[in-house]
């Protein structure tokens, strides 16, 4: 695997020289001072058949990847289902419906339904927000088991789904972005364990594509889907409010305000007290914290708090910058910016990186490119080596914040080859 690897980053990297002429003018000379016709058209072939190799290869590359993880994740899903995150979701959703939604933070509750459910599991606190109960309410029709994998596939569909919305409409695109989606092991993980990542993911590309179309209502709304997991796009909306995207945060206030007067009169005030105390006793948790830049650098809390605001600043200028222009760069900016600063995450979290990875993938600065694809080949260590993931997206962070903002959703000219 490690061969596969090294194979797929040195792809990426040299990727964006598998363009023009313009990009590696050394090979060639200078073919603006070539004369004669003949000349030129070969040299024209030349750089149009190294392009096409160029492609085939990476495509190779990344496809040999994608084969192996989805190869890893197809053989982990017959057992998945008894030691997935769903467990939570799917025991909350059963006492919401039998118990009353007031009841669903009553860990006395969870674990007694939990051992009814799902026999192996011995302890699982569900410490989400209402709205994931209710997303798998519907599931609890069915068998525990094949509840899990009906929302399995639902979650691999929208991890899919979502690199095709993000990709411009090449058809070279969308098969990249496929690929890169296909073969992260973080989305693959994702997948395993049932998680809501993919999700919240595909509701800011949702977003920006309805911004970009000038259905700022309907983005907003699409957009309030990151209440599912907010710390993974908790800067998202603040950069809306700094891009002057008005409508867009009202239609997202309007629409999180109706979900929480829903909440509180479904839960009641004692049991969104019982909410704040769960999340309270897993705020400390080391194993959550370890993917933050703030955990990497140390130095105790006020300088993980000092850093924690740098990253939130930094990861916001772009959507200043963004104002009346595409806002594509400034919500991959705040969306990584929330990732990094975020003391809470898991493992299969990581995968919202592929977001900002996709958009960068799209900006015709090389170095903002490279990057991306280096912490793309980061996510699948991000278990082992988080410290290397973190560094990489700061990495990145650091790049959206120096690169122009030129760009927020490119449109390809089927004329001119990609800039990947």
Request: net charge positive; with cysteine.
């Amino acid at each position: 695997m490690s061969v596969i690897h090294a194979r797929a980053s040195a792809l990426w990297t040299l990727a964006p020289f598998f363009q023009t002429g313009l990009d590696c003018p050394s090979i060639v000379g200078h073919p603006g001072k070539v004369r004669g016709a003949v000349a030129r058209a070969q040299i024209r072939s030349f750089l149009i058949a190294r392009e096409r190799l160029g492609r085939a290869v990476l495509v190779v590359a990344l496809a040999e990847i994608a084969l192996w993880c989805q190869a890893v994740m197809i053989l982990q899903l017959p057992h998945a289902a008894d030691v997935s995150d769903y467990r939570a979701y799917d025991v909350a959703a059963r006492i919401g419906l039998q118990q009353g939604w007031s009841h669903i933070y009553d860990t006395a509750l969870q674990l007694r339904v939990l051992h009814a459910y799902w026999p192996g599991a011995s302890h699982l606190d569900y410490i989400s927000l209402p709205i994931n109960a209710w997303l798998v309410a519907p599931l609890t029709m069915l068998p525990p088991h094949t509840a899990f994998a009906v929302f399995a596939a639902i979650a691999w569909a929208a991890l899919l789904f979502a690199s095709q919305l993000a990709s411009p409409p090449d058809r070279w695109f969308r098969v990249v972005f496929a690929l890169l989606a296909l073969g992260s092991l973080s989305g693959a993980a994702t997948v395993v364990f049932g998680q809501v990542s993919g999700l919240v993911m595909l509701s800011v590309i949702a977003s920006w594509r309805l911004l970009d179309a000038d259905h700022e209502w309907w983005a907003g709304v699409a957009l309030a889907a990151i209440t599912l997991k907010p710390q993974l796009a908790l800067l998202v909306p603040i950069a809306l409010v700094l891009a002057g995207r008005w409508r867009a945060v009202a239609a997202f206030a309007a629409t999180c305000g109706v979900l929480a007067a829903v909440a509180v009169v479904a839960v009641g005030l004692p049991g969104l007290g019982q909410l704040l105390r769960l999340d309270a006793s897993y705020t400390h948790d080391p194993s959550t914290q370890v993917w933050s830049l703030s955990t990497l650098i140390g130095g105790g809390p006020a300088i993980g708090f000092a850093l924690q605001a740098m990253v939130a600043v930094i990861a916001l200028v772009p959507a200043w910058r963004a104002r009346n222009r595409p806002i594509g760069m400034a919500l991959a900016a705040a969306v990584g910016g929330s990732l990094l600063s975020s003391v809470y995450l898991h493992g299969m979290d990581l995968a919202v990186y592929l977001f900002p990875i996709w958009v960068a993938a799209q900006q015709p600065w090389v170095l903002l490119r490279v990057v991306s694809g280096i912490l793309w080949l980061s996510l699948d260590f991000d278990v082992t080596r988080p410290r290397v993931t973190a560094l990489v997206a700061a990495a990145l962070l650091a790049a959206y914040f120096l690169s122009p903002m030129r760009l927020g959703s490119q449109r390809t000219n089927p004329d001119v080859g990609p800039p990947i």
